[in-house]
């Protein structure tokens, strides 16, 4: 639903319990702000020097984004924490309280943050997340529901003949209204290749929430909206999702991690210690009858094989859909 999308909240804290590998305390980007931290717990510092002496508090931005519904006070979210100064580790770190804003500049403060962080990746010690470390102190709420609303198609599914075809379906529930069966309501209505226009029926506005539960669970079969192809990637997590209809061209596939290892001469094996045959090459193929096209599940077994890390996986399957040769929509998160 229009004006039903994420939102992001900002903001600035100060890391402490780092092992000697936060911010100089000598740089005033730190020692100012966390002087203000000791003069608002009744420990008033007198010079700034005094923070000197060690490397335990790290400045960092912090962010946290809230679902298409938004919250409601006391929702707790997950922060995620990146430095934003000299730090070289957040490694046992916490963050001590600190306010959240939006995203605009002078937006009021929305939620307080705080807690022991959580590195994501090891190799990557200067960005974290805190599990429901951000508690919103007030509501944040999508706008209200009035006599129509806008369904907008998500990027990667937007055609003229998907929103048609949607705005379709959702007028077949004007037969569970009150209509005339020679004229039937109209109350979808397809404005352009990604918004689809609700009009609400006089008799359904004293029940907002149930007509846009009816909408927004209208059930159809993927297949009238003839959905794309898809490859689904995030190089943060190493996850890759596909369609089971997703296919490739002819290619070729070379890469600097895939070695070959040859002893030469070779071992004479024994019971004791065995020979044991690795091959860093595969061959797939598939029983698609669709020319030199194969599927990408044969690609993905041919990786799992060669025991091919999931964010190479990843670069690989970015790079066959830079050459032209991936049929699907590929889209990175």
């Not at 943050?113 to 599990?131: F, H, K, N, S, Y």
């Amino acid at each position: 639903m229009q004006g039903h999308m994420p939102n992001t909240l900002r903001g600035i804290g100060i890391v402490t319990g780092l092992r000697g590998t936060g911010d100089d305390g000598k740089e005033l980007v730190l020692a100012r702000p966390l002087a203000e931290v000791y003069k608002h717990n009744g420990n008033e510092l007198r010079d700034l020097a005094e923070l000197g002496k060690a490397k335990a508090a790290a400045i960092v931005t912090l962010s946290v984004t809230l679902p298409e519904g938004g919250g409601r006070e006391g929702d707790q979210f997950d922060v995620f924490v990146q430095v934003s100064h000299s730090a070289s580790s957040l490694v046992g770190g916490t963050l001590i309280i600190s306010p959240l804003m939006g995203p605009t500049p002078g937006a009021p403060v929305l939620a307080m943050a705080a807690g022991p962080l959580t590195l994501e990746a090891t190799d990557v010690p200067t960005t974290a997340r805190i599990r429901g470390g951000a508690t919103l102190i007030r509501d944040v709420r999508p706008p209200k529901v009035g006599s129509s609303f806008d369904l907008i198609l998500r990027p990667h599914f937007r055609s003229y003949q998907v929103a048609r075809t949607l705005a379709a379906e959702i007028n077949d529930l004007g037969a569970s209204i009150d209509v005339d069966e020679v004229a039937p309501r109209v109350i979808a209505t397809a404005i352009d290749e990604s918004t689809i226009r609700i009009v609400v029926p006089e008799a359904e506005r004293t029940n907002l929430p149930g007509f846009v539960a009816s909408v927004m669970g209208k059930r159809f079969s993927p297949s009238l909206v003839d959905l794309p192809a898809m490859v689904v990637v995030n190089e943060r997590t190493g996850s890759i999702v596909v369609t089971g209809d997703v296919e490739i061209a002819s290619v070729t596939v070379g890469s600097d991690a895939l070695v070959i290892t040859t002893t030469s001469p070779a071992p004479i094996p024994t019971p004791g210690d065995p020979l044991v045959a690795k091959q860093n090459w595969a061959e797939f193929g598939t029983t698609s009858t669709t020319g030199d096209r194969a599927r990408i599940q044969d690609l993905l077994e041919a990786f799992k094989h060669l025991n091919v890390p999931a964010r190479q996986q990843i670069q690989i399957l970015a790079q066959i859909n830079q050459a032209g040769r991936l049929y699907a929509r590929f889209v990175r998160e």
